[in-house]
């Protein structure tokens, strides 16, 4: 499997963008998946995650209210739209998938993925 981020760029405090990740290699249909980003010096750290079927999510609490995480099983692509964006929200991101086919959970832990993006930047500023 491979996982293709896109959609990352530079924004001003409070506005948008949207995030793809696109999976190739296999059917992701029945792959839990997830967001994470890392800022400079600091720890990988989850944001969002949704599971196989599109109906269970979690967040981050200080995303809450404000990302979106959405996925088209036709498209193999998972998306993270990020409203009210804030300059703490800089980081690289990261879509994560699990090898697993089975469960219906949602997973926050970077220890529960096995497929990893190269990540794309998001660099909001103030």
């Known amino acids: 499997v491979e996982l293709e981020e896109s959609g990352g760029g530079l924004v001003q405090a409070g506005g948008s963008l949207r995030l793809s990740c696109a999976a190739s290699?296999?059917?992701?249909?029945?792959?839990?998946m997830g967001w994470f980003r890392q800022a400079p010096g600091k720890e990988r750290e989850f944001v969002a995650a949704i599971n196989r079927n599109g109906i269970n999510t979690i967040y981050v609490d200080s995303v809450k209210g404000r990302f979106t995480i959405t996925r088209d099983n036709a498209k193999n692509t998972v998306y993270l739209q990020m409203n009210s964006l804030k300059p703490e929200d800089t980081a690289v991101y990261y879509c994560a998938a699990r090898a697993s086919i089975y469960g219906s959970g949602v997973y926050t832990e970077t220890r529960d993925y096995d497929y990893w993006g190269q990540g794309t930047q998001v660099t909001v500023s103030s």
């Open positions: 290699g296999r059917t992701f249909g029945r792959n839990a």
